[in-house]
């Protein structure tokens, strides 16, 4: 009864109760309610809420409504106004109000939502959802100030309390009552107070509070509410997200957004892990166009995700402890997911403003120390490119490329960034496999490891799908056939089966798919292939045994192929699996001995055999069988039992088939008499050994014959083909089985050769085809036998020994000399092959024969050397350089007279010797061999001392420099061309290409003392010739050949050099030391003590050493390789503007010089013109004025030249002749083209000091171009006509661009120079005029290719001084009539009619105003070109300055 009682009665009476019991209330709820109902005096709020629809009910039920919240506010405001009361009852319904809400039962019904009353089924004047009954008076404007007091003057009542029943927070209630009124009667006083209640509130509160602000202030209180945010972000970092959030939400002016920021900015350090992805996200969605860059860029500074992280020794020791390993497990998801949110906020900031996406790509970009590139560097990177808004995944591969290459962005930091965010970088996993296989195909080598870092360590952290997608992106990569890539690609294959064999196993199906595509790998890639391929299937785990079966099948088919290529890739293949099967494994504990199972140890043996019975059938498989089993004798540790059985049956194999006791009588018909030749141990060889290599041959050849009638061979064949791959392979066994000890088979670098007396070679011609062939293939199986026993012998440390090797040197020089000769009478022969894995083995007699062919008619006629260069050193680069083009064109009559002398250059020949190992040139730390040289060591003969002769010199610097220049030079963009050359390259250098770039410069630094010390011998010599012939070059005390090798010998040491210091890695980091090391060497050579300098000093000593050797440069060839040496040491440290001075008067001086040969001739020729070409260009690059240079040529030596008779060449620069004019020429005008384009752009802003400088080099350039342009009525060859129509375009176009600019802003102030630059250009162009003519008359293509481009320019310039004249209001000074075609001479050309030039000028006509007052015939003619210029000056001076009829 009395709860009824109390819902029908009303709550609360009037004023009496609510004072008295105000705070009871509070504490005693309960009595309060059950007292309420004796109450009969109902109070103003009551009275008008039942009237107006509301029925106030107690307890746990909400309030009802009747009507619709619209009618009920409309009832209250009307039925308060229209009281007698108003407006006093305003004041006593709020009291009633207060007093109903006393009560916190009642107080939280007013809060809820009101629930819809229901009568008689009517639910049409009620809609579904009604507000609480507080904001629906909230909205009734008279009331809303003091209810708005009376709800935050009972806020602070609830907030200490917690959640209540069902979880309700009665302060966040309160909050959103204020929410999205419809108005806010007084918005200042209302965000007064709720920042006060802000000041005092526990933080759940505040945080309530300040994330409603946006959504309860009015727009005009937002800024000033933004600034009590920002002084409340910068005391108290809890209410960090909280306020951002409202800021976020505020709309705010751009100056307190930027001051906001920058608040925000300060704090970032300080800021809670968890809350920073909002501060991110804050910061980068309030950033405007203007200042986006400075922002992002001062963001990524102060994000320091490395923070995020524990570093990796807390993790290891906090996973040690494990009272404290949950706590650890907990931190690391909750930081990974902190920043996988900070990603997120960046990622959807890049994808909708185009400005932030710029902004990261230049914030990142402007980083250039590699110490200051961070991990979000990375990160940024990858959501850029996995994004791809505005076009961002192109300039996140660029800026990676660019900083890779550069060296800024290296390998720690991507492995710090999987290390730490392996998570994070998950989600950017298919956007990491695109940039990893774009770096892997990029041309650049400096990026190409890059990303194979990225392959590996993907593969490495991330999950099984991920390591399957980088496997198969390296298949891919294999497959494409273009080499670097799949060179790059099988290495990383290979360090993930080294690495990772159990995980690589599983992947070993897709590895194995590669053995289809073999067709497009070299031999070497097959190697790394079999080699990966053979370590997962027979490797000491086996993981993975299941292709092993698949491999047996592939090498059986390969092997049993008739087709050369597939039996080569068989033998690789097997000779890698012996490899693997063979490995030499470790002791075990169980085991006694770390032997090989006896089954394994028979497979080997039998795949051994299986192989050699293969291959015996083709000397060429044979021998390739013996080259790769050497290769991997040499490279990898066998096991003892296989090594010692390939060991004995090799050793018996040679003796059987190549050796001969020396007392043997030597039985058979041979095509020359046999002799023994070259033996070293004559005075002991009673009873020694010799080389069968006559008759071997001689039998080969037979055999060839027979086998061509009888298919089938029965017994083995024994080719001389096979004799130093053969030697090759038992030199290595023994060196393996004793420690590199040769003293078994010393012998054999001493003992003699069968050959025949080599006086034949002066008989030649008169030899049979037959013969001749034969005696060419004998000479070059002895110098392949002597290679490979040099090869054998130059680590032996035995004075004996040591001696040997270099008369077998001497040897192979002579041996050469005699080839060249041979080869001169014998055009069309092919010789044996000596590299056998190159595509050219067994074909070779076919395939190779149209290029070798080709190469001999070069070597008989173009590459012959000069009568006195037939060195002991045929294939010296010179050879084929300087002296044959001299040999052409100076000495016609000599060269026919001793043809017969002549041998031909073996620069063709290269595949067809042995390869030299790098060792081999260890042998250049022994000294020159000069004639006047003292017995110093006390040695009864000088021939003691073991030393390098010239030629012997020669040929080991040619044989380095090819080594440099194939694995230190940078080589192209390495894409496969659409048809295949047939000459492979990297034939010659299979050994060398299994050594990285690395080991070989480091090589190369160890030999540098020894490369400096031949460089000094030969300035000396050449000093001393010079001193000796008092200055004079060809004097009588030189002799011809000896010059000609010192002269190479010269040239090839600053180029061997000059490729050494321009090798790409120096620029890596690692390397540093090593370019340290060798800049070191150089600069001892000049101060003592160079340890402790700086790169920057060293190189300075460096370049004033390398400045020392100027004066003794015997030619040209030779200066330009110094002064491009110079070049490339100046590029090393970190000022190379400091050595411009020195490099262009260096340049200059050999400018300057003449030079004239031993034979006392002039140097000329192509090559002479290539090297002066170079040369004049590293001059004009490297002096400071260019146009002052082109001045002082044009000014000085060009009219030397035509003072001078016709052979004279001009005195200031003596390599300037009419023979080189169109070098001189041809530099001149590209380099003054070049120079122009740096000519700052004038501007308005420019001071009239900077205007008149820019107007100063314009002149001078304009006046250059002028001289250089007349010059063509002089040098009219169609040659420098050719250039001066290319380069005079180009000029045009670039003065047209920067130019004119600078004479629109110009022409009031500096009238007279501008009239004058004006005139000058246009006695120029109208000589191009003259030139297209010209070019049009003689109807060459090669000139009126040009014409067009030029014509268009020519126009465009006349329209171009019109709109300056224009702009300067002078118009009227400027009028265009007609130019006639005249040719160079500046004759008209008439009847143009008939050479159909009309419809060219069609529509200059047109345009022209004049034409109407011109005869016909003129008008037809002309070509109408420019006919301008300024005929006065502003003042309207009527003088024309133009001569329109000449």
Not at 122 to 129: H, M, Q
Not at 462 to 489: I, K, N, P
Request: charged share 25%; aromatic share 6%.
């Amino acid at each position: 009864m009395m709860r009824k009682k109390r819902r029908s009665s009303v709550d609360k009476g009037g004023e009496a109760t609510t004072a008295t019991k105000a705070k009871k209330s509070r504490s005693t709820g309960r009595q309060t309610k059950e007292a309420v109902p004796e109450e009969t005096n109902e109070s103003v709020f009551s009275v008008f809420l039942r009237e107006a629809g509301v029925t106030l009910k107690q307890g746990g039920t909400s309030n009802s409504i009747a009507v619709d919240q619209v009618v009920f506010q409309k009832r209250i405001q009307q039925r308060l106004q229209k009281s007698p009361r108003y407006p006093g009852i305003v004041q006593e319904f709020i009291t009633g109000l207060e007093a109903h809400i006393e009560d916190a039962e009642r107080f939280r019904n007013c809060l809820l939502p009101c629930v819809p009353q229901l009568s008689d089924g009517d639910t049409s004047s009620v809609s579904s959802f009604q507000e609480s009954l507080l904001r629906m008076l909230l909205g009734i404007e008279i009331l809303q100030t003091s209810i708005i007091n009376t709800l935050l003057e009972k806020l602070p009542e609830f907030m200490l309390d917690g959640a209540g029943d069902g979880g309700l927070s009665l302060p966040r209630i309160i909050i959103n009552q204020l929410k999205w009124l419809d108005r806010v009667v007084d918005s200042k006083e209302l965000a007064a107070k709720l920042m006060e209640l802000v000041s005092v509130a526990p933080v759940d509160v505040q945080r309530d509070i300040i994330t409603s602000l946006p959504e309860i202030l009015e727009d005009a209180q937002h800024n000033d509410i933004a600034r009590e945010l920002n002084s409340l972000l910068q005391t108290n970092t809890q209410l960090t997200v909280p306020i951002l959030d409202a800021l976020s939400s505020l709309s705010l002016s751009s100056s307190l957004l930027t001051e906001v920021r920058g608040a925000v900015m300060a704090t970032l350090a300080a800021v809670q892990l968890e809350d920073l992805p909002v501060v991110v996200k804050f910061i980068l969605h309030s950033v405007s166009a203007s200042d986006a860059h400075e922002v992002v860029n001062n963001l990524r500074k102060k994000l320091e995700l490395e923070q995020c992280v524990l570093p990796p020794v807390l993790q290891a020791s906090q996973s040690r402890m494990k009272s404290k390993g949950a706590a650890v497990t907990t931190l690391e998801p909750a930081a990974g997911s902190s920043v996988a949110l900070i990603l997120d906020g960046i990622k959807s900031a890049v994808r909708f403003q185009k400005t932030i996406s710029e902004a990261w790509i230049k914030a990142i970009e402007s980083v250039d120390e590699a110490e200051d590139h961070k991990v979000i560097d990375m990160l940024v990177l990858f959501i850029l490119h996995s994004t791809n808004a505005n076009q961002s995944r192109r300039g996140a591969e660029r800026v990676l490329k660019v900083k890779v290459r550069t060296g800024l962005i290296q390998e720690a930091l991507l492995q710090r960034t999987f290390r730490d965010y392996s998570q994070v970088m998950r989600g950017y996993f298919p956007s990491i496999l695109a940039l990893a296989q774009t770096l892997l195909r990029s041309p650049d080598p400096c990026v190409v490891p890059f990303g194979g870092h990225m392959y590996r360590l993907s593969f490495t952290v991330f999950d099984s799908y991920c390591q399957q997608e980088v496997v198969g992106s390296l298949v891919t990569h294999v497959c494409s056939g273009v080499g670097g890539e799949v060179d790059m690609a099988l290495e990383l294959l290979g360090g993930l089966v080294t690495e990772k064999p159990s995980e690589m196993a599983l992947y070993a199906v897709f590895v194995k798919g590669i053995l289809d595509y073999m067709d497009n790998l070299t031999p070497q890639q097959i190697r790394r292939l079999f080699h990966l391929l053979s370590r997962l299937a027979f490797g000491q785990q086996q993981q993975g045994s299941h292709i092993q079966d698949d491999m047996h099948i592939v090498i059986r088919k390969q092997l049993s192929s008739t087709v050369p290529k597939y039996k080569r890739i068989g033998i690789i293949g097997a000779v890698m699996i012996v490899g693997s099967m063979g490995a030499f494994r470790p002791k075990v504990k169980e085991s006694e001995n770390g032997s090989l199972p006896q089954e394994t140890f028979r497979q080997v043996t039998a795949l051994l055999e299986l192989v050699k019975s293969s291959s015996e059938s083709s000397p060429e498989a044979a021998a390739l069988y013996y080259d790769e089993l050497a290769n991997l004798i040499m490279s990898s540790t066998l096991d003892p039992q296989v090594q010692e059985n390939i060991a004995r049956s090799v050793a018996n194999d040679f003796e059987h088939d190549f050796v001969v006791d020396l007392c043997t009588e030597i039985t058979g018909s041979f095509p020359f008499p046999a002799r023994v030749m070259y033996d070293l141990d004559a005075e002991e060889s009673r009873g020694g050994i010799t080389i069968n290599l006559l008759p071997l041959l001689a039998k080969d050849i037979q055999n060839k014959g027979e086998q061509q009638s009888q298919t089938k061979k029965a017994n083995k064949r024994v080719s001389p083909l096979c004799l130093s791959p053969f030697f090759r392979l038992l030199r290595l066994c023994e060196e393996k089985q004793h420690q590199g000890d040769l003293d078994d088979i010393s012998g054999l670098l001493g003992c003699p050769l069968i050959l025949t007396d080599m006086d034949v070679v002066e008989k030649i011609e008169s030899l049979s085809k037959a013969e001749r062939e034969f005696l060419c293939s004998l000479l070059f199986h002895t110098i392949n036998w002597f290679r490979e026993v040099i090869n054998a012998f130059c680590r032996q440390k035995e004075t004996e020994m040591k001696m040997g090797v270099m008369t077998r040197l001497q040897n192979i020089t002579y041996v050469q000399t005699l080839l060249e000769r041979a080869l001169a009478g014998t055009p069309g022969y092919v010789p044996p092959v000596a590299n056998f894995d190159g595509e050219s083995t067994d074909g070779a007699i076919l395939s190779s024969a149209a290029p070798v062919n080709k190469a001999k008619k070069d070597g008989t006629g173009k590459k012959r050397k000069a009568p006195g260069k037939s060195s002991s050193e045929g294939s010296s680069q010179l050879d084929e350089t300087t002296e044959a083009d001299e040999t052409q064109q100076e000495q016609p009559e000599k060269e026919k007279e001793k043809e017969v002398r002549q041998g031909v250059s073996l620069v063709s020949y290269r595949q067809f010797f042995r390869e030299l190992d790098l060792e081999v040139l260890s042998m250049l730390q022994c000294g020159l061999l000069s004639f006047s040289l003292l017995d110093s060591e006390l040695h009864t003969e000088v021939r003691k001392e073991v030393l390098l002769g010239p030629a012997e010199l020669v040929f080991l610097l040619e044989d380095m420099l090819r080594k440099l220049e194939f694995s230190l030079t940078a080589a192209p963009a390495k894409r496969a061309p659409f048809l295949k050359g047939r000459t492979d390259k990297s034939v010659g250098f299979s050994h060398l290409q299994q050594r990285s770039s690395k080991d070989i410069a480091s090589f190369c630094v160890q030999l540098l003392p020894a490369l400096c010390s031949h460089l000094e011998n030969c300035h000396n010599h050449f000093q001393t010739l010079l001193s000796e012939n008092n200055g004079v070059v060809d004097g009588p005390a030189t002799d011809v050949q000896e010059h000609h090798l010192m002269s190479s010998s010269y040239q090839m040491l600053l180029q061997i050099l000059n490729t050494t210091f321009s090798w790409s890695g120096f620029s890596l980091p690692g390397q540093r030391g090593l370019l340290k090391k060798a800049l070191g060497v150089l600069a001892e050579r000049l101060k003592e003590r160079c340890s402790d300098l700086t790169l920057e000093q060293l190189v300075k000593n460096s370049f004033e050493y390398l400045l020392n050797f100027r004066s003794t440069m015997p030619n040209l060839s030779t200066a330009l390789c110094l002064s491009q040496l110079v070049c490339t040491l100046s590029e090393k440290g970190g000022n190379p503007a400091a050595y411009r001075e020195q490099t262009a008067s260096l340049a200059k001086r050999f400018l300057s010089q003449d030079w004239v040969t031993a034979n006392g001739e002039k140097e000329r020729g192509n090559k002479f013109n290539e090297a002066l070409h170079t040369l004049l260009s590293i001059y004009l690059e490297h002096v400071d004025d260019v146009l002052k240079a082109v001045e002082e040529i044009t000014g000085e030596g060009i009219p030397e030249l035509l003072n001078a008779s016709k052979d004279e060449s001009s005195a200031s620069y003596p390599t300037l002749n009419r023979q080189t004019f169109l070098v001189f020429y041809k530099v001149m005008m590209a380099e003054l083209e070049k120079a122009v384009r740096k000519i700052p752009p004038g501007k308005v802003s420019d001071s009239t000091e900077a205007q008149s400088e820019k107007l100063l080099t314009w002149n001078l350039a304009v006046r250059d171009f002028h001289i250089l342009v007349n010059l063509v009525k002089v040098f009219d060859s169609r040659p420098v006509l050719t250039v001066c129509l290319k380069y005079g375009r180009l000029f045009l176009e670039s003065f047209l661009k920067l130019g004119m600019p600078l004479l629109d802003y110009s022409f009031k102030r500096h009238k007279e120079d501008v009239q004058s630059l004006l005139k000058t250009i246009q006695l120029s162009t109208r000589q191009l005029h003259h030139m297209c003519g010209h070019s049009k008359i003689h109807q060459d293509t090669s000139l009126t290719n040009h014409v067009p481009a030029l014509k268009k320019s020519l126009e465009l310039f006349v329209y171009r001084v019109k709109a300056t004249l224009t702009l300067n209001n002078c118009q009227e000074a400027f009028w265009m009539g007609n130019l006639k075609n005249r040719n160079l001479k500046g004759e008209e050309i008439l009847s143009q009619r008939s050479q159909g030039s009309d419809d060219e000028e069609e529509e200059q006509q047109q345009r022209s105003p004049l034409r109407q007052e011109q005869s016909e015939d003129e008008a037809q003619e002309s070509d109408s070109e420019e006919s301008k210029k300024i005929n006065r000056e502003e003042d309207g001076d009527q003088d024309d300055t133009t001569d329109e009829s000449d």
